[in-house]
């Protein structure tokens, strides 16, 4: 069954020493959010190594796709959220704040690479590795330019062998080897997108197999192709200085 977090109500500033450099709004009735934050599945705690490919597509998510992707409600976990995005760094530095709340920096660590993870489904897989909480590690982090990032995020884990985890309050911290599936629509500045996501974690050696048998276990039952083409693949840094700041700064890999 898709369980659904809803989000509710309070206005949080992030300051500056000087002023208000925007406004959160973060959910005051989200029990379950704040719950799997405690134990780590949503704010993280450490630092965590990941092999994701992921696509981003210029408009609204299609109900075809939910509907495809959570077995017509009857997979995956679903939970709402807004992050803020810091957008005025190099592609392969994430910095953001996780539910307006933790900071988190993500490092794009090696050259992204091309792979072919099933039919239309053509895409960059880049290794990252993620500090949450990152206040150490990020200078002057009030500073620069951010944007507001509204999502609705579906996902569905599996492990190496192929079974599905279903995901819970208690399960939902990335432990041991796997590989999320997340469907995402997402709203910025720029307005509505969508995005499609693998994101293999645990011991380096096992998440190329981590994301080949999660890729299989879905793209496999896709009715018609998504058509997931690798120009419209990268990591949400490079993607957002696109949309939000004309690409000025982005780099993109050549797919």
Known sequence: MVAMVDSGGDDVGVRSDREVVIVVRLGTTAGHESTERRRGYDSGAGVADTSEVRWFIAAELPNQVVQWFTAAGTKGRVHHRTDLYRVDGPPDRGVKLRHGETLELKLRTGEPTIVELGPGARGVREEWRR??????????????????????????????????????VVTQAMAGTGCEVEVAGITTPAGPSWT???????????????????????LGAVPSPLHLEGAVSCGYPEWLTRVCTGGEDSTPVQR
């Open 131 to 168: 500090w949450s909480p990152a206040e150490e590690r990020v200078e002057s982090a009030e500073h620069g330019r951010w944007v507001e990032v509204s999502k609705t995020v579906i996902k569905r884990r599996f492990r190496t062998d192929g079974r599905e985890e279903p995901l819970t």
């Open 196 to 218: 499609f996501a693998f994101a293999a974690f645990g011991d380096d050696g096992a998440r190329q197999v981590s994301l080949e048998v999660a890729a299989r276990a879905v």
